[in-house]
């Protein structure tokens, strides 16, 4: 009865895994990539603006802290 149990959770298990993984029909991607200018005209008034240079890009708060733990996570991260 015990292996009956196990052969139905089984299947019942797969079927639901098997379910969840069909692929679904999406539109294949533009191939024509926006230009700068046309980026910065779909931004609505509330988003802010992609940045266009590194300088664009503004620095922790002042007042953040990080813990050296999370400094070496973070460093572990970036080499993987």
């Known amino acids: 009865m015990r292996s009956l149990h196990i052969a139905v959770a ?3 298990s797969s079927t639901l ?3 969840s993984c069909q692929r679904t029909e ?3 991607p533009s191939t024509a990539s926006p230009t700068k200018a046309a980026l910065a005209e ?3 008034p509330t988003q802010v603006p992609p940045p266009t240079s590194a300088a664009d890009i503004a620095g922790t708060p002042p007042g953040t802290v990080m813990t050296p733990g999370y400094i070496e996570t973070v460093g572990r991260m970036i080499y993987v």
């Open 10 to 12: 089984t299947f019942v």
């Open 17 to 19: 895994l098997l379910a």
């Open 26 to 28: 999406t539109p294949p």
């Open 42 to 44: 779909t931004v609505s």
